[in-house]
């Protein structure tokens, strides 16, 4: 039976030789440089590989990086390995002596094989061939590493030098750092060196002798810190004052150079460390003049060259032998033979604390006002407009469809009247912005479906209607009806011509069945038997003041005036500066953790409601509700990893729904807009910060167009649909901002 042997992965390295690409953020085991997978992902699939023998996989890795690794171990059976969590780096010495320490308190004695995350090896099976052949001299207590015949002068690989050999197994003589040019080609002529592909096989105890006997303080600290790790779902957690107490030094200074009896079996495999711009010209798909050519790139008469483009138009004429690579923050340029000096820059940059070498580029990152102009108005007028008011509308049963699918097709669903209304509210406000689309076709397609298939005999509207147009929920909905007036007076300054008449019936159903008989608010339904919520006013609120703007006429303004003092009265907790969700009949906050239930959302719709009836009525001291709200959104009700709006939190800030949606995103740069103005403090770097974190986590991860409404506390996406729904937030919060930073235009 094969000997069972336990791999581990080490992922903690930064590979700066391939900066400005790999950095301490996205190192290089995160690339995918072959279409294939990341580095990471392929080294845990070969591993995995194994034709038979027992073989659990672990990871080390930094735990900065956690959330990138559980990413490339999903769908990767790791036998009952797992990963294994760094606080802080400390070099390969800690990692090998960590690999030792868990296979000697999980498996005992036995056979453990460690490799880097970052290396091309592109035969799995002749690999495992490899390892097998030195698994007999490791079990017998000798450290072993692999080695490969080198078949040109290489200045970035560390050598091995052997003496005797047998049955495949050689002795080594010495290791070698990496040589300069006349050195590696001595070592080429010799014969008895090989290129060190950092791979080790050895027996637990045998590495655990090693470390007892040249570098115990090395060994005691890891032991230290392995005992006290913490240990959850998912990994082993290295507590960080102990962590760092490790010596920091690489495994061949530690024990390598200095062990005795130490085999090495040449590599039978290809092998790669893609360590340089060279290394991935030679392994990447190139064309007939030899180049690789990556991203937005325009290349003509270039030869032998790596020309990578991340993130804007790359061109090049009359190149060759070179390596060119673009990211959104900085350009490498240098001969390919000099690839390897690019640490020399690194280096630089750190000394005059560059952040270049540290982070990737990332959207939240701004620091001029109207830094998001030209993306949200491409994004908006370019890609989603376009797309909602083609595929987003339902030509057949009239009206707009629900939700879209990931690939942009429509999801067959009831169409609730708030969503239908919603979509014309954005069309009439993307052509007030100035959108050359079809906006009043769109209008009028929603309204005429809207009044032909969902009035009630009374008047109102219906909550819902089936896909055809039948109606598949009668209930005569307040938070429906908010929108509904929303909508319809969008429509009537787009100048359509019922909007009006349609207005004015609904408001006399508003009055006649969904005032409460104290006229102290509405009621949820017509039937009024449902609880009470704050949140069916609020947009109610937003529905009056639009009004108002429509016409000019102080009735509407007298109507936001009532939603007003049912702020000051009910909704607003003084105390906890937050905003109630339920209520019973008398506005009291609803028994249970339903009166305890807060939306930062909400919170940020109300600030902008504020201020902008504040600034229409002249009740200034409302401005000062405004702030607290947003202060309590911003201090109790985002998520620290991700800095996005939870769904609710309680009056004390506890998380209640931890998932956070696109709305609550888009309603917190409304707010900043809204507070920006008024005499606070200023804002515009948190506009433009909020703007980011909108695109970065919602956006910019979905298909052009479409959005990704639902993201859990990890920052992982638990969207399965687009819903439409969520259209207008993004239309109206965005068109503000770009309404706010015209100047930069």
């Given at each position: 039976?094969?000997?069972?042997?336990?791999?581990?992965?080490?992922s903690?390295?930064?590979?700066?030789?391939?900066?400005?690409?790999?950095?301490e953020?996205?190192?290089?085991?995160?690339?995918?440089?072959?279409?294939?997978?990341?580095?990471?992902?392929?080294?845990?699939?070969?591993l995995?590989?194994r034709?038979?023998?027992?073989?659990?996989?672990?990871?080390?890795?930094?735990?900065?990086?956690?959330?990138?690794?559980?990413?490339d171990?999903?769908?990767?059976?790791?036998?009952g390995?797992?990963?294994?969590?760094?606080?802080?780096?400390?070099?390969?010495?800690?990692?090998?002596?960590?690999?030792?320490?868990r296979?000697?308190?999980?498996?005992?004695?036995?056979?453990?094989?460690?490799?880097?995350?970052?290396?091309?090896?592109?035969?799995?099976?002749?690999?495992?061939?490899?390892?097998?052949?030195?698994?007999?001299?490791a079990?017998?207590?000798?450290l072993?590493?692999?080695?490969?015949?080198?078949?040109?002068?290489?200045?970035?690989?560390?050598?091995?030098?052997?003496?005797?050999?047998?049955?495949?197994?050689?002795?080594?003589?010495?290791?070698?750092?990496?040589?300069?040019?006349?050195?590696?080609?001595?070592?080429?002529?010799?014969?008895?060196?090989?290129?060190?592909?950092?791979?080790?096989?050895f027996?637990?105890?045998?590495?655990?002798?090693?470390?007892?006997?040249?570098e115990?303080?090395?060994?005691?600290?890891?032991?230290?810190?392995?005992?006290?790790?913490?240990?959850?779902?998912?990994?082993?957690?290295?507590?960080?004052?102990?962590?760092?107490?490790?010596?920091?030094t690489?495994?061949?200074?530690?024990?390598?150079?200095?062990?005795?009896?130490?085999?090495?079996?040449?590599?039978?495999?290809?092998?790669?460390?893609l360590?340089?711009?060279?290394?991935?010209?030679?392994?990447?798909?190139?064309?007939?003049?030899?180049?690789?050519?990556?991203?937005?790139?325009?290349?003509?008469?270039?030869?032998?060259?790596?020309?990578?483009?991340?993130?804007?138009?790359?061109?090049?004429?009359?190149?060759k032998?070179?390596?060119i690579?673009?990211?959104?923050?900085?350009?490498?340029?240098?001969?390919?033979?000099?690839?390897?000096?690019?640490?020399?820059?690194?280096?630089?940059?750190?000394k005059?604390?560059?952040?270049?070498?540290?982070?990737?580029?990332?959207?939240?990152r701004?620091?001029?006002?109207?830094?998001?102009?030209?993306?949200?108005?491409?994004?908006?007028?370019?890609?989603?407009?376009?797309?909602?008011?083609?595929?987003?509308?339902?030509?057949?049963?009239?009206?707009?469809?629900?939700?879209?699918?990931?690939?942009?097709?429509?999801?067959?669903?009831?169409?609730?009247?708030?969503?239908?209304?919603?979509?014309?509210?954005?069309?009439?406000?993307?052509?007030?912005?100035?959108?050359d689309?079809?906006?009043?076709?769109?209008?009028?397609?929603?309204?005429?479906?809207?009044?032909?298939?969902?009035?009630?005999?009374?008047?109102?509207w219906?909550?819902?209607?089936?896909?055809?147009?039948?109606?598949?929920?009668?209930?005569?909905?307040?938070?429906?009806?908010?929108?509904?007036?929303?909508?319809?007076?969008?429509?009537?300054?787009?100048?359509?011509?019922?909007?009006?008449?349609?207005?004015?019936?609904?408001?006399?159903?508003?009055?006649?069945?969904?005032?409460?008989?104290?006229?102290?608010?509405?009621?949820?339904?017509?039937?009024?038997?449902?609880?009470?919520?704050?949140?069916?006013?609020?947009?109610?609120?937003?529905?009056f003041?639009?009004?108002?703007?429509?016409?000019?006429?102080?009735?509407y303004?007298?109507?936001?005036?009532?939603?007003?003092?049912?702020?000051?009265?009910?909704?607003?907790?003084?105390?906890?500066?937050?905003?109630?969700e339920?209520?019973?009949?008398?506005?009291?906050?609803?028994?249970?953790?339903?009166?305890?239930?807060?939306?930062?959302?909400?919170?940020?719709?109300?600030?902008?409601?504020?201020?902008?009836?504040?600034?229409?009525?002249?009740?200034?001291?409302?401005?000062?509700?405004?702030?607290?709200?947003?202060?309590?959104?911003?201090?109790?009700?985002?998520?620290?990893?991700?800095?996005?709006?939870?769904?609710?939190?309680?009056?004390q800030?506890?998380?209640?729904?931890?998932?956070?949606?696109?709305?609550?995103?888009?309603?917190?740069?409304?707010?900043?807009?809204?507070?920006?103005?008024?005499?606070?403090?200023?804002?515009?770097?948190?506009?433009?910060?909020?703007?980011?974190?909108?695109?970065?986590?919602?956006?910019?991860p979905?298909?052009?167009?479409?959005?990704?409404?639902?993201?859990?506390?990890?920052?992982?996406?638990?969207?399965?649909e687009?819903?439409?729904?969520i259209?207008?937030?993004?239309?109206?919060?965005?068109?503000?901002y770009?309404?706010?930073?015209a100047?930069?235009?």
């Amino acid at each position: 039976m094969p000997q069972r042997i336990v791999s581990f992965v080490m992922s903690g390295g930064v590979g700066s030789r391939l900066w400005p690409l790999s950095r301490e953020d996205n190192p290089k085991q995160f690339h995918d440089f072959s279409g294939d997978g990341s580095m990471l992902a392929r080294t845990l699939r070969r591993l995995a590989a194994r034709p038979q023998g027992e073989t659990p996989i672990f990871l080390i890795a930094a735990e900065r990086h956690a959330e990138r690794v559980h990413a490339d171990l999903a769908g990767v059976d790791l036998k009952g390995g797992g990963p294994l969590f760094e606080p802080t780096g400390r070099n390969t010495a800690a990692a090998v002596a960590l690999a030792s320490l868990r296979t000697l308190s999980e498996y005992g004695d036995e056979l453990v094989l460690v490799v880097p995350s970052d290396h091309e090896i592109s035969t799995p099976s002749q690999f495992w061939q490899s390892i097998e052949a030195g698994a007999a001299a490791a079990k017998a207590g000798r450290l072993v590493v692999f080695g490969l015949k080198p078949t040109q002068p290489e200045t970035g690989y560390g050598y091995i030098e052997v003496g005797t050999g047998k049955h495949g197994v050689f002795d080594v003589s010495r290791f070698v750092e990496k040589p300069d040019l006349a050195t590696a080609q001595a070592y080429l002529d010799a014969g008895s060196f090989y290129w060190n592909t950092g791979i080790f096989l050895f027996r637990a105890g045998a590495m655990r002798d090693a470390f007892a006997a040249y570098e115990p303080k090395i060994w005691q600290a890891t032991e230290a810190a392995y005992k006290a790790a913490i240990s959850d779902l998912s990994g082993l957690y290295m507590p960080l004052e102990l962590y760092s107490a490790i010596p920091s030094t690489s495994i061949d200074y530690a024990i390598m150079e200095r062990a005795r009896d130490i085999a090495m079996v040449p590599a039978g495999f290809s092998w790669n460390d893609l360590g340089s711009w060279q290394s991935l010209l030679d392994v990447g798909p190139s064309d007939k003049d030899g180049n690789v050519i990556l991203g937005d790139v325009v290349a003509i008469d270039c030869e032998n060259s790596y020309i990578r483009g991340d993130g804007r138009l790359l061109s090049a004429i009359g190149m060759k032998d070179v390596a060119i690579v673009s990211t959104a923050d900085a350009t490498f340029v240098a001969p390919v033979s000099h690839s390897q000096h690019v640490k020399k820059i690194v280096e630089q940059l750190e000394k005059s604390g560059r952040l270049e070498t540290r982070f990737t580029p990332a959207h939240d990152r701004v620091i001029e006002s109207g830094a998001w102009r030209r993306r949200v108005r491409h994004w908006l007028f370019e890609e989603t407009l376009p797309l909602w008011s083609t595929v987003g509308v339902d030509e057949r049963h009239g009206g707009f469809h629900e939700a879209l699918g990931f690939d942009a097709s429509p999801l067959m669903k009831p169409k609730r009247m708030r969503t239908q209304a919603r979509q014309v509210y954005a069309f009439a406000v993307a052509k007030e912005r100035g959108w050359d689309g079809p906006a009043d076709r769109l209008i009028a397609h929603g309204l005429d479906f809207m009044a032909g298939k969902g009035r009630t005999e009374r008047g109102g509207w219906v909550r819902t209607l089936n896909i055809d147009g039948s109606v598949a929920d009668p209930v005569e909905d307040a938070y429906d009806h908010s929108c509904v007036l929303l909508a319809l007076a969008h429509a009537h300054i787009s100048g359509h011509p019922d909007a009006l008449r349609l207005g004015e019936e609904t408001f006399a159903f508003l009055d006649a069945h969904l005032e409460d008989a104290r006229m102290t608010g509405f009621l949820e339904t017509s039937d009024g038997a449902e609880e009470r919520r704050s949140n069916p006013h609020m947009h109610l609120l937003e529905a009056f003041l639009a009004w108002y703007k429509a016409t000019g006429e102080r009735a509407y303004l007298r109507r936001a005036a009532r939603i007003i003092d049912l702020f000051r009265s009910h909704f607003f907790d003084a105390e906890s500066w937050t905003i109630g969700e339920y209520f019973d009949k008398g506005w009291k906050p609803a028994a249970g953790e339903k009166g305890s239930w807060t939306e930062p959302g909400h919170h940020f719709e109300w600030a902008s409601l504020l201020v902008d009836f504040a600034a229409r009525s002249g009740q200034s001291e409302l401005t000062a509700f405004a702030r607290k709200l947003y202060a309590s959104a911003i201090a109790n009700g985002l998520n620290r990893s991700t800095g996005l709006a939870y769904g609710a939190v309680s009056r004390q800030g506890l998380p209640l729904d931890t998932v956070s949606r696109g709305w609550p995103q888009a309603e917190a740069i409304k707010a900043a807009i809204a507070l920006d103005g008024s005499g606070g403090p200023d804002l515009k770097p948190e506009i433009e910060a909020r703007v980011g974190r909108l695109f970065r986590w919602h956006i910019d991860p979905a298909p052009l167009g479409l959005w990704i409404d639902r993201i859990d506390e990890r920052g992982r996406s638990l969207a399965t649909e687009v819903p439409a729904s969520i259209f207008y937030h993004l239309v109206y919060a965005l068109t503000q901002y770009l309404d706010g930073t015209a100047q930069k235009g």
